[in-house]
């Protein structure tokens, strides 16, 4: 694709972000005017009521921001690992691994901090993906794109069966956490954003330093290999990238799926097969998606409003399903 055709999608993205961003700091149960949003951020006033809530709603709309990107750059590092054009950390079971251990944490050690949300999600995370990964390279074959799925599917209906059980006999547990489960970034706030950023940025750059090598192992492990590329190791670094960015936005926002599975995959079809661009684009369209899912929660619900992890579902089934009767999960 040419570099001008790029700029221009990339240019286009942002500016679609930079609308949900006003949307999301002017729609709510209360509705305030895109020019007094606008007014209030530049001039960062906080006389009146509205100006109040604006920024009451900027720590949700920045964590949305961080925690769609770091959803769509997970989905795209584990669809380049696993070869598997339906992979992403809810398929895979990796969000309700680390849903498992923050949800045992709370009602077995008490835990009610997000910087300890965070070493529990994260270890989920990564003993999640260890256990799919080795159950799906089990027999002959090993680790396919359909083994790998069914595996994550296995395994993330019987971690899911796992929670229910440890949360229902605990109405603490269950009061405080039943909106947390079905994904939400409507808790977001500045400690929390704090304390998961360096997970983040982390994250991500490791994952843009392993876009090549990645990119090589798509041509095969004995392709990748001699042209230098020490497959185990680019598997281990994209997993583990993978892991601090799914397991950080778990912590905070819960399980939300889909947003993994739906961006990368559009971005491969706008953009081609070339991590090195698809990673920077999923984490542009994974932050549109979950911000303007969660404006439409807003609109949809309101007064109340409908948590961004059902709207993401509703939105990523039927495209699962589309994915499915196109690609017959072969291998990418």
């Not at 290999?225 to 185990?232: C, E, H, K, N």
């Not at 190791?233 to 993994?260: D, K, M, N, Q, Y």
Request: a positive charge; one cysteine or more; glycine letters at 12%.
């Amino acid at each position: 694709m040419k570099t001008s055709k790029l700029t221009t999608i990339l240019i286009g993205n942002l500016l679609i972000l930079s609308l949900c961003v006003l949307a999301s700091l002017a729609f709510g149960a209360k509705y305030i005017g895109f020019n007094e949003v606008i007014d209030t951020l530049i001039h960062s006033r906080k006389a009146t009521l509205n100006e109040l809530i604006v920024h009451e709603r900027i720590p949700r709309t920045v964590f949305g921001i961080f925690a769609g990107a770091a959803l769509g750059v997970s989905g795209a590092l584990m669809q380049a690992i696993t070869r598997n054009p339906i992979a992403d950390p809810s398929i895979l079971g990796v969000n309700t691994g680390a849903s498992l251990f923050v949800v045992s944490g709370i009602a077995f050690f008490n835990i009610n901090a997000a910087h300890q949300y965070i070493w529990f999600a994260l270890i989920g995370a990564a003993v999640t993906s260890l256990f799919v990964f080795t159950i799906g390279s089990l027999g002959s074959g090993g680790a396919t794109p359909i083994k790998l799925a069914l595996a994550g599917a296995a395994t993330s209906a019987a971690l899911s069966s796992i929670v229910s059980a440890v949360i229902l006999p605990r109405t603490e547990v269950m009061n405080a956490f039943r909106f947390w489960q079905v994904g939400s970034i409507s808790g977001a706030t500045w400690e929390g954003i704090r304390a998961v950023l360096p997970f983040l940025l982390a994250g991500m750059i490791l994952g843009v330093l392993s876009s090549p090598a990645l990119d090589a192992l798509a041509l095969g492990d004995d392709i990748a290999t001699g042209l230098g590329v020490r497959t185990g190791l680019v598997r281990f670094l994209g997993a583990f990238s993978g892991v601090l960015l799914c397991g950080a936005a778990t912590a905070l926002a819960g399980p939300i799926g889909f947003v993994g599975l739906m961006v990368p995959h559009t971005m491969r079809i706008i953009c081609g097969p070339n991590l090195r661009l698809v990673i920077p684009m999923s984490a542009v369209g994974g932050a549109i998606l979950l911000t303007l899912s969660d404006v439409f929660g807003r609109l949809i619900g309101s007064p109340s409003e409908l948590e961004a992890g059902i709207v993401t579902a509703f939105l990523g089934a039927p495209i699962l399903i589309i994915i499915a009767m196109r690609a017959k999960v072969r291998a990418l």
